[in-house]
């Protein structure tokens, strides 16, 4: 096990060597009402790492755990993705992740297990050549829902632009 950590240890130090990495990601905190009811504190936690190959093309990782400290609902989450920016100039860069997104769902009766592929949008404000504000929007492509309890599928395919499918976060690039 020792010699595992090393290795991964030395890859980080070798891949970081470059100065093509970026870490960030972003983090949820809300206070949820319920009329006649407990208040919740729900949290989201979207660590993120990726290397950079050269100016147009990425690849990186986005982990996610969400839940909340009244026992209910959780979920983690994994998504791998490729990133492709087409426009670049000093101030901002945009960009598309094409990926696989994963997410398990468990607590308070809860079994379910999703699944997405597809493409966000997404837009970098370079805040400084080692700091960006990044922004994705909207997603393209195909999902579906597994109610492992029911034993039931729900499949969906298209283009979703709500206010749900807004993130932000921050990226420190080595």
């Given at each position: 096990?020792?010699?595992?950590?090393?290795?991964?240890?030395?890859?980080?130090m070798?891949?970081?060597a470059?100065?093509?990495?970026?870490?960030?990601?972003?983090?949820?905190?809300?206070?949820?009402?319920?009329?006649?009811g407990?208040?919740?504190?729900?949290?989201k936690?979207?660590p993120?790492?990726?290397?950079?190959?050269?100016?147009?093309?990425?690849?990186?990782?986005?982990?996610?755990?969400?839940?909340?400290?009244?026992?209910g609902?959780?979920?983690f989450?994994i998504?791998?993705?490729?990133?492709?920016?087409?426009?670049?100039t000093?101030?901002?860069?945009?960009?598309?992740?094409?990926?696989?997104?994963?997410?398990?769902?468990?607590?308070?009766?809860?079994?379910?297990?999703?699944?997405?592929?597809?493409?966000?949008?997404?837009?970098a404000?370079?805040?400084?050549?080692n700091?960006?504000?990044?922004?994705?929007?909207?997603f393209l492509?195909?999902?579906?829902?597994?109610d492992?309890?029911?034993?039931?599928?729900?499949?969906?395919?298209?283009?979703?632009?709500?206010?749900?499918?807004?993130?932000?976060?921050?990226?420190?690039?080595f």
């Open positions: 096990m020792k010699k595992f950590f090393v290795i991964m240890a030395m890859a980080v070798a891949v970081s470059n100065a093509q990495v970026f870490v960030g990601g972003g983090v949820g905190l809300a206070s949820i009402s319920h009329d006649g407990d208040d919740v504190t729900a949290f936690l979207l993120e790492v990726g290397y950079n190959f050269n100016q147009d093309w990425a690849a990186g990782v986005k982990f996610g755990w969400m839940g909340s400290n009244k026992g609902e959780k979920s989450s998504n791998p993705y490729a990133r492709y920016t087409f426009v670049h000093d101030l901002v860069n945009v960009f598309i992740d094409g990926g696989v997104a994963f997410e398990h769902e468990y607590g308070k009766g809860r079994d379910n297990d999703n699944i997405e592929v597809g493409f966000r949008p997404g837009v404000l370079n805040l400084s050549k700091l960006s504000f990044v922004s994705h929007f909207g492509g195909w999902r579906q829902e597994k492992n309890n029911l034993k039931t599928k729900v499949n969906a395919w298209g283009v979703n632009l709500d206010g749900n499918q807004l993130e932000f976060g921050l990226y420190l690039n």
